[in-house]
Structure formats: structure tokens, C-alpha cells
């Protein structure tokens, strides 16, 4: 999409919509002190498995930045955790033993912080529930090192495997050799995805940093990575929302958000302001679902023998949900980006992204003054950017064999 096709007014909307969604640094960092928290705990003397070098870290929105505001008060945000432990293997535990060692030490440090709720069995996890003014909870995932492996099996299949060496294996008690000694295992990367999005924004990210460094007159190392956003990360959740709206009563058919994340990272080409990268990605992000044997493939850039949408086989729906998705998106958004008055604006995604938030993003882009429901000025409309509306059949995207 041309710059030149997204009015001043429409740039100023979104990236006010960015800011509305983002979530506070006091939020990050209750996040942080959380699994901080727990690993401390498992590392602490009279531990049953600090001989195994535990660590706990983040995974998922939280650690890519992409965190979003809850539709309401009574919904919590997920922080999704992993806790690895270094010197277990494979064959020294099954799943459901490292399942139960880390059930054990998570329940000791549930009760030694007097948390009320119980504990709950999630299938890859462990779920812990804070208090209600907390409004999050945590996923723990068990997992054990595997990265000498997975470079073995990456390089063996013909793929890059420069993000190997993070690579895990983690616990499911669906899997069919969950209660006994196997190297079959569910695998993960969640270290390797994260630096591979990282990379697809890292120089205006570091750029942005430096300068917030400078205005706070801190050094870059004490800047930490949840308070610099970039483009992409904004245009990510704002996408996440308008898929979490359209798909509010639909939740099953819902697109996954790894599967946008990964889709508009791959479309992202360091674009400066949040308007040029969301149109930028919803131009481009089908060109990187992959036509193989009749089945759609989104690999995993951690692990490209991994296919995000491999549900979409055995559940056609979903497929058709995301390119319905993608339709939608591509109407509303391309809508707005030709209004040059605010109210129009506000007018055009209101429906598409929640009220309550819509109306917040107009007063903080506009004013409160300009008001709502006057009557729409002439003001002239940029042309509606046009998106093609045939599925692509794209090449391999770059980092895959």
C-alpha cells in the first residue's frame, strides 16, 4: 500500500490504537517478578530439583511484546512460562514424571505465598491463579533441554539450524508415550522464535531504544525490552484485537495467534510508523502460507518441521476463518486509512475493535473536542487501498529450505 493512500488523520488513529492496547510497564513487570519468583523458589536450598539447574523464563506475548489489553475486567492475562531443567534428559525421566517434579515444587511455593486458588492441570502445564487484583495467572510448562538433538534432526532434514541450540522438549498428556521412557516428546523453541522475531525488527527496535536511553538518560542495558514497541509489535495487537472481536462467539474457529504473529513478521520490512506496517502486513501475510501436498504450511522458524496450521487439515473451518479474517481486515482497516475525519474513522472500526476501546483511541488521537457525532466534514478521501482477494501461491520464505 502507498504511503501516500493513508490520510494523516488515519496514521494518527492507529498509532493512538497502539497505545491503547498496550499494557503497563507495571503489568510487564509484575510478569516478570512472577516467574522470577518461582525460579528462585526452585533454586532455593531444600529444592527437590535444584541439583537439576532449573530455570524459568517467559514465553509467548509477554516475551515478544505483543501483549494486550483484556476485552474486560473479568478476563486475566496468560503469562506463559517455561521451566527447564538442565540437567535432566530425556531418558533419565518420562513426561509424566518431569510433569510431576515440577508439580510438586509449584504447589510448595503456591502454599509458601499463600495463594488461595488451587492449582490446576492444564495439558502441556501447570496453572497457577493469583489473587483476582492480580487479573493474570501463569502457565508452567516442564521441559528439558534438546538442542544438540534438534540440530542433528534440522540438518539431517536440510534445514537451517542456527536457532537450534534453544530448542526444548515439553511434557503433554495427550501424547501417547506420556507415561513412558521414549525420545518421542513434543518439541519447542521458544528462545529461538523469539530471537528470529526479534531479528525481523531488530534495527529500528535497537534504534528506538538508543533513544529512549538518551531521553531518560539511562544506558541502552538499562532500557528493558518491554518498553521499547515497534511498528510490528503495534500492528500485531492491533490485528489481535480486531480478530478477537470478530471472532468473540466463534472462539474455536479463531486464528491462532502464533499463526499471525509469525505471518506478519515474515510481511514486515522495517517500516517506521504503525500505519505503513499494518497495511504492509495485510498485504502480504497470506504470501507466506505455503501450498504443500494439497495442505496449507505455515512453519515454525524455531523449527521448520513444524507446521503452525496443521489443525487446519482436520479442521477445514479454521482455514476459511482465517482468510475470512484476513477479508475483513483488509475492508475496515482499508476503510479508514481513506478517511481524513476522525469521526469517520472512529465510526468505520468501533464495531471492529470494541466501542469502550475505539472511542478511548479517538480522544487520545484527536482530542475529546472534536466530538463524535457531529455530522462528518467533506474533507477529502484518499482512494480505499485495494488488496487482491486471490489466495497467493508464494515461495518458501526466506531461513527455510
Known amino acids: 500500500m502507498a504511503n501516500g493512500n493513508v490520510t494523516k488523520q488515519a496514521k494518527d488513529y492507529l498509532e493512538a490504537l ?3 492496547l498496550e499494557i503497563s510497564d507495571a503489568r510487564y513487570r509484575d510478569a516478570e517478578e512472577s516467574y522470577n519468583s518461582l525460579g528462585r523458589w526452585l533454586n532455593r536450598e531444600g529444592s ?7 530455570i524459568v523464563y517467559v514465553q509467548g506475548s509477554f516475551r515478544l511484546g505483543t501483549v494486550i489489553k483484556p476485552l474486560t475486567e473479568e478476563e486475566e492475562y496468560d503469562v506463559d512460562s517455561v521451566c527447564e531443567l538442565g540437567q535432566l534428559t530425556k531418558g533419565d525421566r518420562t513426561q509424566a514424571e518431569l510433569k510431576e517434579m515440577i508439580r510438586v515444587e509449584v ?11 488451587p ?40 534445514y537451517n539450524p542456527d536457532l537450534s541450540q534453544s530448542a526444548i522438549v515439553i511434557t503433554d498428556n495427550e501424547h501417547p508415550h506420556y507415561t513412558v ?15 528470529w522475531f526479534r531479528d525481523r525488527m531488530t534495527l529500528i527496535f535497537e534504534r528506538r531504544r538508543r533513544v529512549l536511553a538518551e531521553a531518560t538518560h539511562a544506558s541502552v542495558e538499562e532500557i528493558p525490552d518491554y518498553r521499547v514497541r515497534t511498528p510490528l509489535q503495534s500492528a500485531i495487537m492491533i490485528l489481535k484485537r480486531h480478530r478477537d472481536i470478530m471472532f ?19 510481511s514486515y520490512e522495517g517500516e517506521e510508523e504503525i500505519a505503513d506496517a499494518l497495511f504492509a502486513i495485510l498485504q502480504k501475510m497470506d504470501r507466506f502460507i505455503l501450498p504443500m501436498q494439497n495442505q496449507a504450511v505455515i512453519p515454525n522458524p524455531s523449527d521448520p518441521m513444524e507446521n503452525f496450521a496443521d489443525k487446519w487439515a482436520d479442521h477445514p473451518e479454521r482455514e476459511e476463518a482465517f482468510y475470512e479474517w484476513l477479508d475483513q481486515a483488509r475492508r475496515d482497516f482499508g476503510r479508514a486509512a481513506a478517511r481524513a475525519d476522525r469521526a469517520q474513522i ?28 457531529r455530522t462528518p ?13 486471490q489466495r497467493r501461491e508464494p515461495t518458501s520464505p526466506d531461513g527455510f529450505a
Request: aromatic content about 6%; overall charge positive; proline content about 7%.
Open 181 to 195: 521412557l521414549s525420545g518421542d516428546w513434543p518439541r519447542s523453541n521458544p528462545k529461538g522464535y523469539a530471537k
Open 119 to 158: 492449582l490446576r492441570e492444564g495439558r502441556r502445564c501447570w496453572v497457577l491463579d493469583y489473587a483476582d487484583g492480580a487479573q493474570f495467572h501463569m502457565d508452567i510448562v516442564p521441559a528439558l533441554p534438546n538442542g544438540d538433538e534438534q540440530r542433528l534432526l534440522l540438518e539431517t532434514a536440510g
Open 18 to 20: 497502539a497505545d491503547e
Open 346 to 373: 472512529h465510526e468505520d472500526l468501533r464495531d471492529r475493535i470494541g466501542a469502550s476501546l475505539a472511542k478511548r483511541a479517538a480522544d487520545r488521537a484527536g482530542g475529546s473536542s472534536w466530538g463524535l457525532l
Open 107 to 117: 504447589e510448595a511455593y503456591r502454599k509458601a505465598q499463600s495463594m488461595v486458588k
Open 248 to 266: 468473540a462467539s466463534r472462539k474455536e474457529e479463531r486464528p491462532i495467534s502464533i499463526i499471525l504473529t509469525t505471518l506478519a513478521a515474515h
Open 48 to 54: 527437590t530439583v535444584k541439583r537439576y539447574d532449573p
Open 377 to 389: 466534514s467533506v474533507a477529502p478521501v484518499a482512494p480505499i487501498p485495494s488488496f487482491s482477494n
